[in-house]
């Protein structure tokens, strides 16, 4: 995957590592510790730094899972003294049996159930982001990325 992804109002950054103390580990705190952002998360916001590092094993790329992705979303239009992230997107193979079971119509035919990689993607916005169409556009340059990196 690209290692940048920009749109006409966003640039994505490819996280592969965000080592606590790291920028990209503040940018993760800062969105994972939100309780706004992660009202829908099955987790729940992290209360502490351990818990973000935690969460943050089960969706960066690992040697055990090098086929997620994820891009930390910014907002290049805000002021350089201000934070320029605003959110997350991530995609990541889904394990039978790990997460919560996809409803009948949603999972694969079982002729193609063998060769057939079951993605997750998610995303969660910084709530000062909400309501601005950023989830829809970072989204598109991801898809658009996978599309174009397709076979590769």
Same mark, same amino acid.
């Given at each position: 995957?690209?290692?940048? %992804? ?9 996280? #592969?590592? =965000? ?7 503040? /940018? ?11 009202? /829908? ?6 209360? #502490? &730094? ?12 690992? =040697? ?7 891009y930390a979303i910014h907002d290049p239009s805000l002021p350089c003294d201000q934070s320029q992230f605003i ?7 889904? &394990?039978?049996? =790990? ?6 119509? %949603?999972?694969?035919?079982?002729? $193609?159930?063998?060769?057939?990689? &079951?993605?997750?993607? !998610?995303?969660?916005?910084?709530? !000062?982001? /909400? +309501?601005? +169409? ?8 991801? %898809?658009?990325?996978?599309?174009? $990196? !397709?076979? $590769?």
């Amino acid at each position: 995957m690209d290692p940048v %992804l920009t749109t006409p109002r966003l640039k994505l950054t490819l996280l #592969t590592h =965000a080592e606590k103390g790291s920028e990209e580990f503040s /940018w993760l705190h800062q969105l994972r510790s939100d309780k706004q952002a992660q009202f /829908w998360s099955l987790h729940g916001p992290s209360a #502490t &730094v351990q818990d973000t590092e935690k969460a943050a094993q089960h969706f960066l790329p690992s =040697a055990s899972h090098p086929l997620r992705i994820a891009y930390a979303i910014h907002d290049p239009s805000l002021p350089c003294d201000q934070s320029q992230f605003i959110g997350l997107i991530t995609l990541h193979p889904l &394990v039978p049996g =790990a997460f919560l079971p996809l409803p009948a119509h %949603l999972a694969p035919p079982p002729e $193609n159930k063998e060769g057939t990689l &079951v993605t997750e993607l !998610a995303y969660a916005l910084l709530p !000062a982001a /909400w +309501g601005k +169409g950023f989830a829809t556009e970072a989204l598109g340059a991801v %898809l658009d990325a996978l599309e174009a $990196n !397709a076979g $590769n």
